[in-house]
Structures are given as C-alpha cells and as structure tokens.
C-alpha cells in the first residue's frame, strides 16, 4: 500500500495566480535538502525523496520531492523547523490563490493555461482545426474518451453554424489502444476526415473510437501523440476531454476538465482573446 504522502502527491492543482510570496521569502530556505528528506522519508516510509528546498511564504519552506523509484515531482511544504509537513492542494493564500500550484509553476514543474495553450496550438502538436469562424475551443482529445465523444457530436451544430471552431490536439491516456489510434489518425492523409470517422464508428458500449490503430504505428506522428500526452501531464490535467479557452470577462486562459454541463451556455461565452491562439488577430 502507498504512504499517504505519496497518495497524496496526485492530487495537486488548483488556482492560477503569481507567487507574490516570492518577493519577500528570504534567499536560503530554513531548512536544508538534508533536514527536509529525513522528514519526507520518515513520513513516506522511504517512498519519496527530496531533491530540492526553497523559501516559502511566511517561514515555511518548499520542499520539490519525487518517488523514490521514480516518478513525477511535487511541491510539499515543511515547518519552519522541519517538524511537521503539508502535502497536496490545501495550501493557500487569503485571496484563495493555491501556494502549492504558484510553487509548482515556480518550479518549472508545471505549465500555466496560457504556456499550455500556446504549445498545444503550435504545428508541432498537429492539432486538427474544424470550423471556419468564431472562437476557438481548444481541446485535449483522447480518440477512445466517451467524453470526448459526446462532446465532438455536442459542438457540431456550433461549429456548422459558425459560433465556434475546435482545435484538437491527440492525446493517447485512457486505454492502452489510445497511444496507436491517436497516431494513425494523425498519421493519415486525411486527420479531420479520420477524426470523423472515428466519432461517427465509435463504439459507445466498450468505448472505443472508430479509427483502426496503426499497431506498427508511424514514428513521427507517435512522437507527436507522445509530446502531447507530456503537456497534458505537465499541465497537471486529470482526464480527457480538457478543455483550453478563453471567455468574455476573462483576462486569463480559462481550463475546464470534462465535458461542460451546459455546452450552449459555454459556447455563448467563448471569446476570441486576449490570447491570439483563442483566434485574435
């Protein structure tokens, strides 16, 4: 069984905002590498290791910890005197700003909305443009997500009538044939139209997508599918379809995880900015 603390490391997320701590924090943290991991190993039973401290707000120190037999890093605070540890997202400021999710964009352990968005519009993650009007949704798009599917038939009506335009960028993370149907549609001549075909042959009952997996698979589209499932994690998403986008009212990139309960009423407040990739010219 997993220590809490390591159980714990998954659920980090949480609130966009600058680490404004940061500022005032001292340049050494309090507690040392050394300090902090005899604290981290005892509470995690060995299972986590620290592998850098840093000062944060009002005394405590961060502490940047990973699995011991490998894994992804995390942000977990420490005491002042390294008697006691906080783990995971209840960590915050009294704006209800999340320490843990500035610290972790600090770190370089994660990527903002905006930095995600950016990469995820960009050629290299050969993302799949319908719609010829309108803003632009961005979205992380499993080929065997259920949810993913409902929603591709839920936005074709706004798309047709020109409301909005859909960027989808392949990723393979639900099921072990996610990874070789992503990259043979990505791989055909044709990706909308392969996209297509996958949506109109999907098999709701076992949920799988309707496109054939390519099981030798194309190096150079499974290297992009690959790239892609890294930003999904370095986002720090948790499932498929995540949604990118900007919304009236909105001075940031917006993210929503899952499908929206109100797909008409989260169309009508799409906008086409601030950011250029949400399609301002």
């Known amino acids: 069984m997993k220590s809490r603390l390591v159980l714990a490391l998954a ?4 609130l966009l905002g600058a680490p404004a701590w940061a500022a005032t924090a001292p340049a050494q943290p309090a507690v040392s590498v050394a300090q902090a991991q005899q604290l981290v190993g005892s509470a995690s039973h060995g ?3 620290v592998v850098r401290v840093f000062a944060g707000p009002d005394g405590m120190v961060g502490a940047v910890i990973e ?3 490998g894994g992804a890093q995390q942000v977990v605070w420490l005491t002042p005197h390294a008697q006691a540890l906080v783990t995971g997202n209840n960590f915050y400021d009294a704006e209800g700003n999340s320490l843990t999710y500035q610290a972790m964009l600090a770190q370089g352990l994660m990527t903002s909305p905006a930095a995600t968005l950016t990469a995820a519009a960009a050629p290299a993650s050969r993302p799949i443009l319908l719609g010829s009007k309108g803003p632009i949704l961005t979205e992380l798009f499993d080929p ?7 929603l591709y038939q839920a936005l074709k009506p706004a798309i047709a009538a020109g409301q909005l335009r859909v960027r989808y960028v392949l990723v393979g ?3 072990p044939s996610s990874l070789p149907r992503a990259a043979a549609i990505l791989a055909a001549k044709d990706p909308a139209a392969a996209l297509a075909q996958d949506e109109a042959r999907f098999d709701v009952k076992d949920e799988e997508g309707g496109y054939p997996p390519d099981k030798t698979m194309d190096a150079a589209a499974k290297a992009v599918v690959d790239a892609n499932n890294a930003l999904f994690d370095k986002m720090g998403a948790s499932g498929t ?4 986008y900007c919304a009236t009212g909105q001075k940031d990139v917006q993210t929503l995880g899952g499908m929206p309960k109100d797909v008409a009423g989260f169309v009508a407040q799409l906008a086409s900015g601030p950011a250029r990739e949400c399609g301002a010219k």
């Open 11 to 14: 659920a980090v997320g949480g």
């Open 47 to 49: 299972a986590a290791r």
């Open 67 to 69: 699995p011991s037999e």
């Open 144 to 150: 065997n997500c259920i949810y993913c599917h409902e």
């Open 173 to 175: 993370v639900v099921k």
């Open 241 to 244: 379809p995540t949604l990118l």
